[in-house]
């Protein structure tokens, strides 16, 4: 079956979209699924912005933030100035453990919230105290889950 481009671009707006909506930054969600979709060997800036019709700015900036997060990495092109971006091969999982203490750190903070409003039955302490309770399970649950993943990903191929 042959690419469809058209497709595929509305696939990838769509999916950014998504992202945005879930509370990911719109220019970074729209690069990151640009790349999700390029055959091997990244893109370059220039390719993105032209691409996503958008200025080099909004794509260094977008690069820098999914580089900063750990997403994408730079590919240095031999006698070149212009580098290219590539998405990890496994940057979706490499995310997810390298945030996994951060769960821990917000459940700590959100009980230090609750403890301080001093009234677990008002609103804002019931929220908080939730909120504590919902991250140290998701901290809880986290190593499981990406020991499921390994499992799912050895299983197939």
Same mark, same amino acid.
């Given at each position: ?5 058209? +497709?595929?671009?509305? $696939? *990838?707006?769509?999916?950014?979209? %998504? ?5 990911? #930054?719109?220019?970074?969600? @729209? ?26 700015? +909004?794509?260094?900036? $977008? *690069?820098?933030?999914?580089?900063? %997060? ?5 590919? #240095?092109?031999?006698?070149? @100035? ?76």
């Amino acid at each position: 079956m042959p690419r469809d481009e058209h +497709a595929l671009r509305a $696939a *990838v707006e769509q999916s950014a979209a %998504v992202l945005t909506a879930a509370g990911f #930054p719109k220019m970074p969600a @729209r690069v990151l699924m640009s790349l999700a979709v390029a055959e091997r060997g990244g893109k370059t800036a220039a390719e993105l912005a032209d691409e996503l019709t958008v200025s080099p700015a +909004a794509i260094s900036g $977008a *690069v820098r933030y999914l580089q900063t %997060v750990g997403i994408i990495h730079r590919i #240095p092109q031999p006698g070149s @100035r212009r580098d290219k971006w590539e998405l990890l091969d496994d940057a979706w999982y490499s995310t997810l453990v390298a945030k996994s203490p951060v769960y821990a750190a917000i459940s700590a903070l959100s009980d230090k919230l609750a403890d301080a409003i001093g009234d677990d039955d008002s609103p804002p302490g019931a929220r908080t105290r939730e909120m504590a309770r919902f991250y140290r399970f998701i901290d809880r649950k986290m190593p499981e889950l990406l020991r499921d993943w390994e499992d799912e990903r050895g299983s197939v191929g």
